[in-house]
């Protein structure tokens, strides 16, 4: 079966600048993640949808970042104006079931 | 709130050598453990996962067992290859009933020939 599927790959912006990263699940799978990965640490949840409703997104820095799953299918993660510590690599994952989380390969961004 | 710990890498291995690498969580509830390995270039894949306790999960020759009396899920394998070279996650999920995954730090090994 085709994978999570995410673009771009790589990003380079300059700080106060926008950027958005689009991801396409699993076919069939309702829940989908976005994680923040920083540099040597472990991924961090920033929001999760069931379907196109928002489950959690108690990590989500909201004054500039936002997130939608429109029809319950793709999604889109939006950073505007970005800052310098949002360079990561942004990871979007679906599942059908807890610990059944396929990973995308990620878009790394810098922010420069 | 939920968390996990593990070990602080990179560890280096000669091939053939035993792997342990240590997690402990702290947790609300009764979570699922997860290991997850991202290979050079590649995305996240999960590993293995245990659901309650005394569980072992086990795949491609690594096996941990959760143990609820210490908290801890120890990632081991008998016997590394040079293609087990990854970084590894320990993760928690499904703790007061969400899904939300808690992830470690991420620990690294290297193997060695």
């Known amino acids: 079966e085709a994978g999570v599927a995410q673009s771009p790959r790589y990003k380079i912006i300059e700080k106060r600048q926008s950027v958005a990263f689009w991801c396409n699940p699993i076919?069939?799978?309702?829940?989908l993640y976005w994680y923040q990965q920083i540099l040597g640490q472990g991924p961090k949840l920033l929001i999760q949808?069931?379907?196109?409703?928002?489950?959690?997104d108690s990590q989500l820095p909201k004054d500039r970042f936002s997130a939608e799953r429109l029809k319950g299918v793709d999604s889109t993660l939006k950073i505007q104006p970005a800052k310098l510590e949002d360079s990561a690599v942004y990871l979007c994952?679906?599942?059908?079931?807890?610990?059944?989380?396929?990973f995308g390969p990620g878009t790394r961004l810098t922010v420069l | 709130g939920d968390s996990v710990t593990q070990m602080e890498g990179p560890v280096t291995l000669s091939e053939e050598a035993f792997l342990t690498i240590n997690c402990t969580y702290t947790?609300?509830?009764?979570?699922?453990l997860f290991w997850y390995v991202q290979y050079p270039g590649e995305g996240l894949q999960l590993l293995l996962k245990?659901?309650?306790?005394?569980d072992k999960g086990s795949n491609k020759g690594f096996e941990a067992t959760y143990r609820k009396e210490t908290t801890s899920f120890h990632l081991e394998k008998g016997s590394v290859q040079v293609s087990d070279s990854a970084v590894y996650f320990c993760?928690?999920?499904?703790?007061?009933?969400?899904?939300?995954?808690?992830f470690g730090t991420g620990t690294k090994l290297q193997v060695i020939p």
């Open positions: 994952a679906s599942s059908l079931k807890l610990g059944g989380e396929f």
């Open positions: 076919s069939g799978h309702a829940t």
């Open positions: 949808f069931q379907n196109n409703g928002v489950v959690d």
């Open positions: 947790a609300t509830g009764y979570p699922s």
């Open positions: 245990a659901t309650k306790a005394d």
């Open positions: 993760a928690l999920g499904g703790s007061g009933g969400y899904q939300k995954v808690t």
